[in-house]
């Protein structure tokens, strides 16, 4: 079992937006501003898409945002297209037990 | 222009030692904050945190896993190795090594390498 909590798939047209939660505790999630969002495409490696909760890497599109509202992350993704069918994962630092990080256990994403 | 590449054994039998290699360019991890970490991924599941060390050689392991698990590095051949002992089955996963700037203080990787298919079994 995963220490953050994802929705196991979530869908959109064309167009439309989505959000993916992550949820967590106040000893990861909720305590940090260090949430990130990864997608990954079949058989390919992640790819960093979200760092410090809203960041974006250069090169990632506007239609990816993120923010956190106390234990739960959130990433949208506005004017899906084709191409953002994918898994997506969250990542938090957690200061329990050992400080680390911790993944989510992932959301696929259709673009129906 | 960053990239990393894993490599070791695609196979393994149950109890042996598994060695992974991280061959890295385009950064050094003697540069204060950068740190390269292990995740690994069994097929069709989550990925799993495992392991991280610093460019000051601090090193981070997953709680779960410490007692199997060691990371060190050679700066200058640009290889970080990880190793874990007493394989499993359920240790069946793709392996993937990614780096962490140097302002990222090890909470996120910005690049990642392709992965390896490492199976356990008999």
């Known amino acids: 079992q995963s220490a953050l909590t994802q929705p196991a798939s979530v869908s959109g047209s064309p167009g439309q937006s989505i959000t993916i939660s992550c949820t967590g505790t106040?000893?990861?999630?909720?305590?940090?501003?260090?949430v990130s969002w990864y997608q990954q495409h079949p058989g390919k490696a992640p790819k960093l898409m979200i760092y410090e909760v809203s960041n974006r890497p250069s090169g990632v599109s506007n239609r990816f945002s993120g923010s956190k509202s106390g234990n739960t992350a959130s990433l949208t993704i506005s004017g899906l297209q084709a191409e953002d069918e994918a898994d997506y994962y969250c990542?938090?630092?957690?200061?329990?037990?050992?400080?680390?990080?911790?993944f989510g256990g992932g959301t696929k994403l259709t673009v129906l | 222009q960053i990239t990393l590449k894993e490599s070791g054994p695609t196979l393994v039998k149950p109890t042996q030692t598994l060695t992974l290699t991280c061959t890295f360019s385009?950064?050094?991890?003697?540069?204060?904050?950068?740190?390269v970490g292990w995740i690994r991924q069994p097929p069709g599941k989550a990925l799993e945190w495992l392991a991280l060390i610093y460019w000051d050689d601090d090193k981070r392991y997953s709680p779960s896993l410490k007692s199997r698990l060691t990371i060190t590095k050679d700066t200058s051949k640009n290889q970080v190795v990880l190793t874990m002992t007493n394989m499993d089955p359920v240790d069946t996963a793709t392996y993937y090594c990614?780096?962490?700037?140097?302002?990222?203080?090890?909470?996120?990787?910005?690049?990642w390498g392709q992965g390896t298919l490492v199976t356990v079994s008999s």
């Open positions: 385009g950064f050094s991890l003697s540069t204060s904050g950068v740190g």
């Open positions: 990542s938090s630092y957690t200061s329990s037990s050992t400080p680390n990080v911790v």
């Open positions: 106040s000893s990861d999630v909720g305590g940090y501003n260090y």
């Open positions: 990614a780096h962490s700037g140097e302002y990222s203080y090890g909470f996120y990787f910005d690049y």
